[in-house]
């Protein structure tokens, strides 16, 4: 597969149709349609079934889709690279945070940065913890700012700051009059969190055994802001972090600091041995930490 079949390919599954695909491409219904038949010959597989409301992924396709997933952004990147080389453009940073410090304290650093650097060109990207880390150990991006659980061989690390994680309440709620949120005040709670695999949710499960409490059935979400929008609907109680709490606090939800106090560390991070040019340097030295969450009174 070359980068136009698997930007083709991606963006029928993306949009589960071929009229979508094209719109997107900017390219013609029938130039997508032949790409896909094209394509499907080459692999010898089906990839979609035809039916009378449009089209469906097989289950090859949808192996394939994972795979392309995992790639899709380093073809971008050397996409990116290719087209700099060409125009004799210099002075490019790729960076990768998670969704949590993405939509507003990233965005203000480079604000920050870009007007101490107005030639520089940033590239901004939004992927979990372990694949910032996979991205950057493999040199496809410059830096990472994520959470790290363990000491990656091939990655140096520095502490940026501790993002606290707060309890999210609908308004109204019975815990919303409180300045904080104790353990105790979770039993019987239903619990709406990230995925098993996440530090806060993890550190709350662990605070709350440690207090004797057993919540209800816990909501997965993959987003801060998902749990958010959970809450307000009156689906439980959230774990999110403070960064969250910061763009969501207003009329229909309220957000308690948490006791005992949860904080997950995030991490600048970049790829051990690989030489660091002068703007990736500048640009760690412009990161602040956001301000700390301050629980307002109810």
Same mark, same amino acid.
Request: proline share 5%; net charge positive; charged share 25%.
């Given at each position: ?82 087209? #700099? ?6 002075? +490019?940073? =790729?960076? $990768?945070?998670?969704?949590? %410090? @993405? *939509? !507003?304290? /990233? ?18 990207? #939004? ?6 880390? +996979?991205? =950057?150990? $493999?040199?496809?991006?410059? %830096? @990472? *700012? !994520?959470? /790290? ?150």
């Amino acid at each position: 597969m070359h980068y136009r079949q698997v930007e083709i390919f991606k963006a029928i599954m993306d949009s589960g149709s071929i009229t979508e695909a094209a719109h997107i491409l900017h390219i013609s219904q029938p130039a997508v349609s032949k790409a896909l038949k094209l394509l499907e010959a080459e692999l010898g597989l089906r990839l979609f079934d035809r039916t009378t409301k449009g089209i469906a992924a097989t289950e090859e396709a949808r192996l394939l889709y994972t795979e392309v997933e995992r790639t899709y952004f380093g073809m971008q990147n050397l996409a990116r690279f290719a087209a #700099s080389l060409g125009h004799r453009r210099q002075g +490019r940073i =790729v960076i $990768s945070t998670i969704p949590a %410090l @993405g *939509i !507003a304290w /990233l965005p203000t650093v480079v604000a920050r940065f870009s007007e101490a650097y107005p030639d520089a060109t940033i590239s901004l990207q #939004s992927s979990n913890s372990v694949d910032a880390a +996979r991205l =950057v150990g $493999s040199g496809e991006i410059d %830096l @990472g *700012i !994520a959470q /790290l659980r363990s000491e990656e061989y091939n990655l140096s690390r520095r502490k940026l700051f501790d993002l606290e994680g707060v309890i999210a309440l609908p308004a109204g709620h019975r815990l919303a009059r409180k300045l904080y949120v104790e353990a105790s005040d979770l039993d019987g709670e239903t619990i709406v969190a990230l995925g098993p695999e996440d530090e806060f949710r993890r550190k709350l499960t662990q605070a709350l055994e440690g207090a004797g409490q057993h919540p209800r059935t816990v909501i997965d979400a993959s987003l801060g802001l998902t749990i958010c929008a959970l809450v307000a609907a009156g689906c439980g109680v959230g774990i999110v972090d403070s960064e969250a709490a910061r763009m969501q606090d207003g009329a229909a939800l309220v957000f308690r600091s948490f006791r005992p106090a949860i904080y997950v560390p995030i991490f600048l991070f970049r790829q051990r041995g690989r030489p660091t040019g002068r703007l990736v340097e500048a640009f760690s030295t412009v990161l602040r930490p956001p301000p700390p969450f301050r629980s307002r009174p109810g």
